[in-house]
């Protein structure tokens, strides 16, 4: 049994990296932005095409208010002009400048008008299309959004696993061993223990000395002198 005890410091390595391996894909996930590109420009293409429709439907609406009533004062003009009551040549030359200048400006809007209509018409097909398509998009990103918090949860649940098998690793390590493991796994950036391979550190693959395998092999704190690293046989895990 007590033999075997150094590889559990590399089992605890091995269980601190994949916990701080999946965190870091728990923040990978997590900095995914929101919506995808494509749902964002899905969305503004609809609202233009849905503004622009409104506008044009509005300005049709008050061009043709506009329209009825400029024609009721063409006819009334004219009915004026050709009424025969007119007394002054003057005033005659007035009201049919004013009938010439209703009649160019009726003849404005009512192109206006067909411009906006004919717009409005190419407009309304592609509208419930364009709506159709936003619907798709939003629903794609939902159901991407919904994967991603599934991921998570499923990374959580087995970071949890991980901190219990943490623990129960820890009741394994003396103080010592412990104390040099914490302070060499932040200074030597995750890779406090190497696992000695051939005899050799399997991090810097400095020679070991017979001294230092005897002394590992009876469950011995030893660092290597090169690399300052714990060193560890890897060896089948105790029976439980
Ligand atoms: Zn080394």
Redesign the pocket.
């Known amino acids: 049994m007590s033999v075997k005890l150094t590889s559990e410091l590399l089992q605890l390595q091995d269980l601190d990296n994949q916990i701080s391996l999946m965190e870091r894909q728990i923040n990978n996930l997590r900095s995914l932005p929101k919506e995808s590109e494509e749902l964002l420009s899905m969305r503004s293409r609809y609202g233009e095409a849905a503004a622009k429709a409104q506008n044009l439907n509005a300005a049709i609406a008050k061009n043709s208010q506009n329209e009825a009533a400029l024609t009721k004062k063409v006819s009334q003009l004219h009915n004026k002009i050709y009424g025969g009551q007119i007394g002054s040549s003057k005033e005659l030359q007035a009201l049919q400048l004013e009938l010439e200048d209703c009649r160019n400006r009726l003849s404005v809007l009512q192109e206006q008008i067909l411009e906006d209509m004919e717009e409005a018409e190419q407009l309304a097909p592609l509208l419930p299309k364009l709506q159709i398509e936003l619907e798709n998009a939003e629903r794609s990103s939902r159901r991407d959004a919904n994967k991603i918090q599934r991921d998570i949860a499923k990374l959580e649940g087995n970071i949890k696993d991980l901190r219990e098998e943490r623990s129960r690793q820890l009741q394994l390590l003396d103080q010592p061993k412990l104390y040099a493991y914490n302070n060499l796994y932040v200074s030597k950036n995750k890779r406090a223990v190497?696992e000695v391979k051939d005899k050799r550190?399997g991090?810097?693959?400095?020679q070991l000395t017979e001294t230092k395998i005897n002394e590992l092999y009876k469950n011995k704190l030893i660092f290597?002198d090169?690399?300052?690293?714990i060193l560890a046989l890897r060896r089948a895990a105790p029976e439980q």
Not at 203 to 206: D, K, L, N, S
Not at 226 to 229: A, I, L, T, Y
């Open positions: 190497a550190c991090e810097c693959m400095a290597c090169v690399c300052g690293r």
